[in-house]
């Protein structure tokens, strides 16, 4: 049994960038549905679980930019209790139900993921090193900035213009310029600017 | 941590996304080790993506009247960063189509190859 989730309007874009996935997947899997509809807007979760017993859960979309241009992170991971959160996380969405508390193996969106992330944060005792797309949510910053001031060394690599506004206010690391960060257009123009 | 989300009130307070704490110290050297790299500005090597190989059946036609000779992956309009936008109407949904079904009566990986945006065909099906 093959079951799909997927976002019908990718970014706010209109489902003409979705309707030919789910197109295609309904005539070879059948069992696809679009996300989101009660406790949130999007459907950014990538994540599969197989058996019930293994789980991928990435950073990237599936697909060629996500898969093989941008730098991207992903865990298999054989924890039984991970791959049950997760299917449980599914089936609430599959059935368009609400989560009304999160498993404790995952971390969940948005069911309590900020909450969870800033007690990362804050039990960290030497280094903070982050990869993120978008580092926008003030709280985080906050909380970043009182790690950093506490001494802890923080590091960021981001492509995004509001995300470095927002670090490089407060004195964190910031690599802009890494070469591993493909298809992003402010990086791109950012080194034409410097050459 | 290694999630789907990112840092922002959208992906944290409207969005469903999944991320898992890991504590596996193998794992984490392997993301330390990447970390550094990018860090240092080491260039990676891009993923090559596979030609397809996989057959499939042939495909039934779906609602606005074609034959999909390919699933255009890299059509979502999402690049890191930015957000483009992809073909609003159905003509150019259509025309998308017609090249890819001329693409496909060419039939050569070495097309496909050429073609990026080409992720995802049906080798094993007919040509509409």
Same mark, same amino acid.
């Given at each position: 049994?093959? &079951?799909?989730?997927?976002?019908?309007?990718?970014?706010?874009?209109?489902?003409?960038?979705?309707?030919?996935?789910?197109?295609?997947?309904?005539?070879?899997?059948?069992?696809?549905? *679009?996300?989101?509809? !009660?406790?949130?807007?999007?459907?950014?979760?990538?994540?599969? @679980?197989?058996?019930?017993?293994?789980?991928?859960?990435?950073?990237?979309?599936?697909?060629?930019?996500?898969?093989?241009?941008? &730098?991207?992170?992903?865990? $298999?991971?054989?924890?039984?209790?991970?791959?049950?959160?997760?299917? #449980?996380?599914?089936?609430?969405? *599959?059935?368009?139900?609400?989560?009304?508390?999160?498993?404790?193996?995952?971390? @969940?969106?948005?069911?309590?993921?900020?909450?969870?992330?800033?007690?990362? $944060?804050?039990?960290?005792?030497?280094? $903070?090193?982050?990869?993120?797309? &978008?580092?926008?949510?003030?709280? $985080?910053?906050?909380? !970043?900035?009182?790690?950093?001031?506490?001494?802890?060394? @923080?590091?960021?690599?981001?492509?995004?213009?509001?995300?470095?506004?927002? @670090?490089? #206010?407060?004195?964190?690391?910031?690599?802009? #310029?890494?070469?591993?960060?493909?298809?992003?257009?402010?990086?791109?123009?950012? &080194?034409?600017?410097?050459? | 941590?290694?999630?789907?989300?990112?840092?922002?009130?959208?992906?944290?307070?409207?969005?469903?996304?999944? +991320?898992?704490?890991?504590?596996?110290?193998?794992?984490?050297?392997?993301?330390?080790?990447?970390?550094?790299?990018?860090?240092?500005?080491? /260039?990676?090597?891009?993923?090559?993506? /596979?030609?397809?190989?996989?057959?499939? /059946?042939?495909?039934?036609?779906? =609602?606005?009247?074609?034959?999909?000779?390919?699933?255009?992956?890299?059509?979502? +309009?999402?690049?890191? +960063?930015?957000?483009?936008?992809?073909?609003?109407?159905? =003509?150019?949904?259509?025309?998308?189509?017609?090249?890819?079904?001329?693409?496909?009566?060419?039939?050569?990986?070495?097309?496909?190859?050429?073609? /990026?945006?080409?992720?995802?065909?049906?080798?094993?099906?007919?040509?509409?």
């Amino acid at each position: 049994m093959v &079951r799909l989730v997927l976002e019908q309007q990718p970014y706010g874009m209109g489902s003409y960038a979705a309707d030919p996935a789910y197109n295609f997947l309904q005539t070879y899997v059948g069992q696809v549905r *679009w996300g989101g509809q !009660l406790a949130f807007r999007y459907t950014h979760a990538s994540y599969l @679980v197989a058996d019930g017993a293994r789980t991928f859960i990435g950073s990237m979309s599936w697909t060629d930019t996500g898969l093989g241009a941008n &730098r991207e992170l992903g865990l $298999i991971d054989t924890d039984p209790r991970v791959a049950s959160a997760g299917e #449980r996380v599914f089936n609430a969405d *599959w059935n368009q139900r609400k989560l009304h508390s999160a498993p404790n193996a995952v971390v @969940v969106s948005p069911d309590g993921a900020r909450a969870r992330i800033l007690s990362l $944060i804050a039990t960290a005792h030497k280094s $903070i090193d982050i990869y993120t797309e &978008r580092l926008t949510d003030p709280a $985080i910053i906050r909380a !970043l900035i009182a790690s950093h001031d506490y001494g802890l060394q @923080v590091r960021v690599v981001t492509p995004s213009d509001a995300s470095l506004a927002s @670090v490089h #206010r407060h004195h964190l690391q910031v690599n802009d #310029r890494s070469p591993a960060v493909y298809g992003c257009q402010s990086h791109d123009r950012r &080194r034409q600017d410097a050459a | 941590m290694i999630s789907t989300g990112d840092f922002s009130p959208t992906s944290l307070d409207h969005s469903r996304e999944l +991320g898992v704490i890991v504590t596996d110290t193998s794992t984490l050297k392997a993301v330390q080790a990447l970390f550094s790299r990018d860090v240092a500005g080491i /260039p990676a090597q891009p993923t090559p993506i /596979p030609s397809p190989t996989v057959a499939l /059946p042939t495909p039934a036609p779906i =609602a606005n009247g074609y034959t999909p000779a390919y699933f255009d992956a890299s059509r979502d +309009g999402h690049t890191r +960063g930015h957000h483009t936008r992809g073909d609003r109407d159905t =003509a150019a949904s259509r025309a998308r189509a017609n090249r890819n079904a001329a693409l496909c009566r060419r039939d050569t990986h070495q097309d496909r190859a050429a073609d /990026p945006s080409l992720s995802l065909a049906y080798t094993g099906s007919p040509c509409p």
